[in-house]
């Protein structure tokens, strides 16, 4: 399993790469963190003094992330590597994956810059909207908890490929989880010959993984996964991208007071 983690350092990205090494504890992995500096400081030679001061204080940082790493989390399963480039964030992200041949990202939603006008920063956002690659988001609030429950909410409106189906199942093996495919609404009306279809056929896949459907019907689809993942205990979320319109509501809505799930629960965002 080849894991990226782009860090910036931060507490917030620290506590993601805490949870990271956690939920796969049971898995033979290879860590790869990378920090990449902004492309401003290229334009003009005369930052050069700074660009190498950025640099040494990076590379000091990932020895302080080693040696923590080395004291707090001793696992003979993992493996860590670093990596510390310049240039632009997502298309650096997209290299690394491809070169790597990367099985999942993992990041936290807030950086060091303290972007709090949204529920997900915007460098998360840039990865799980234009890098191909299941990305596993940390809230800043999160706490590892073992991932027993874990909510899939979809609107049965697209078909599920393999690829798909495979992460899910792998993501539901690595802790032994259950998966709740949670159907939500807004209004009350039978499903689509089409979205029967879908359902049918995701029944079919999951066969051989612990699972249950469930329905909710609510006027907003954040309240509706707040009430479920609550009533539920889950420990993790899990969402196709291609589904934007309908994941756009759920992970990126403006904040709410009513709806702390994007705060304390894991987003396992995947892609086709």
């Known amino acids: 399993m080849n894991i990226l983690m782009p860090t910036d ?3 917030n990205s620290w506590n993601a790469i805490s949870y990271a090494l956690s939920f796969f504890k049971n898995v033979y992995t290879n860590f790869y ?53 310049r240039g632009h964030f997502v298309d650096t992200v997209r290299e690394h994956v491809q070169e790597r041949d990367i099985d999942f990202i993992v990041m936290g939603t807030q950086g060091a810059s303290g ?39 979809t609107d049965f409106n697209i078909s599920y ?9 792998q993501v539901c093996h690595f802790n032994e989880s259950a998966l709740s495919v949670l159907y939500l609404s807004k209004k009350s009306e039978d499903l689509t010959e ?5 359902k049918a056929y995701l029944k079919e896949q999951l066969l051989e993984i612990d699972h249950s459907f469930h329905y909710t019907r609510n006027d907003t689809l954040e309240e509706a996964v707040q009430s479920f993942v609550t009533s539920h205990d889950t420990q993790m979320i899990t969402m196709m991208a291609k589904n ?3 994941f756009q509501h759920i992970l990126f809505h403006p904040l709410a007071k009513k ?9 396992l965002v995947l892609h086709e």
């Open 115 to 153: 972007y709090k006008e949204a529920t997900v920063g915007s460098h998360s956002t840039e990865v799980i909207t234009r890098v191909k690659c299941p990305v596993l988001v940390i809230p800043e609030n999160a706490n590892y908890r073992e991932p027993k429950n874990i909510t899939f909410p």
């Open 161 to 169: 490929k393999n690829k798909v189906i495979h992460t899910l199942k």
């Open 33 to 85: 963190f990378l920090h990449v500096e902004p492309t401003e400081w290229e334009q003009d030679e005369e930052d050069l003094p700074t660009v190498q001061v950025k640099a040494k204080n990076s590379a000091t940082a990932f020895q302080v992330l080693l040696e923590r790493l080395g004291n707090q989390h001793l696992n003979n399963k993992h493996q860590f590597y670093t990596s510390l480039e």
């Open 244 to 246: 934007l319109n309908f």
């Open 194 to 198: 089409r979205q029967e279809g879908n």
């Open 259 to 267: 709806i702390s799930y994007h705060k304390e629960i894991p987003f």
């Open 9 to 11: 350092f931060s507490e």
